[in-house]
């Protein structure tokens, strides 16, 4: 994805006040509305940003890399903010090397592993949330499925 000028200068105001808030970028960015302030991060950064478990806006691995022009190395690990479903997703999904898995399938080795019942469409959240942070990958076969992009202790919880 190839970015402009001003959204590259935006993803720079990303990764440099992460974590933050619509209302924050609304002011740096001298926009009327949060709703306008969103509809610019979807339409030109949808891949360069996230939001936590706390609905903050952070910017992904990849977008730091482009803003500071250091590399993300595969030895590097990956800094992510998770929340507790998705720590726990982590811990029972298919690694890089293992056939991936359908959302069905991770529910019932969290169900297995944690021995509490968990919400399919939680967990569906929780999966692409990590497909957008750059933990696991989405493949399609079926039905969507999921595995890690990268290796379990490749992945460093950030506070």
Known sequence: MSLSEEARERLADIVELQP??????????GMESGSEVHQFLEGELKDYYYRD??????????????????????????RVHLSDLEQQILEVLAGPDERSQSVVSVLHDLENEFDEAFDTGEVRRALRTLERKGVADLIYRTVPTFRLAVPRDAVELAD
């Open 20 to 29: 933050t808030k619509n209302k924050t970028l609304q002011e740096r960015w």
């Open 53 to 78: 478990e706390d609905s903050l806006i952070r910017a992904t691995a990849e977008a730091r890399a482009l803003v500071t022009g250091e590399d993300v190395g595969e030895d590097d690990p990956l």
